[in-house]
Nanobody
Framework: QVQLVESGGGLVQPGGSLRLSCTAS????????MNWYRQAPGKQRELVAT???????NYANSVKGRFTISRDNAKNTVYLQMNSLKPEDTAVYYC?????????WGQGTQVTVSS
């Protein structure tokens, strides 16, 4: 079956950095668009970053210039490098694999930005 497993979340001070990882199994990773979403308490889940199978990346305005998405198809892994973190980045971050109207989700990893 398909599994997406995120890791790398935690508690970090404002201005700090974290790198999230998501490793997939059960899919042909290279043909999927990989996304990072986040959901803060009381808010809707929002798309943070995208890396398509053709190598196109896109970011939410709120994270442009601070976050970088990358992928290693040989390792079936997508990453989210998060720099200059702000308290408003606090959320559960989810990995998503999407292709042809089919999507798979990871279990999420908590990121808390606080002093």
């Amino acid at each position: 079956q398909v599994q997406l497993v995120e890791s790398g979340g935690g508690l970090v001070q404002p201005g700090g950095s974290l790198r999230l990882s998501c490793t997939a199994s059960g899919i042909i990773f290279s043909i999927y668009t990989m996304n990072w979403y986040r959901q803060a308490p009381g808010k809707q889940r929002e798309l943070v970053a995208t890396f398509t199978s053709l190598g196109i990346t896109n970011y939410a305005n709120s994270v442009k210039g601070r976050f970088t998405i990358s992928r290693d198809n040989a390792k079936n892994t997508v990453y989210l490098q998060m720099n200059s973190l702000k308290p408003e980045d606090t959320a559960v971050y989810y990995c998503n694999a999407f292709r042809s109207a089919t999507g798979y989700w990871g279990q999420g990893t908590q990121v808390t930005v606080s002093s």
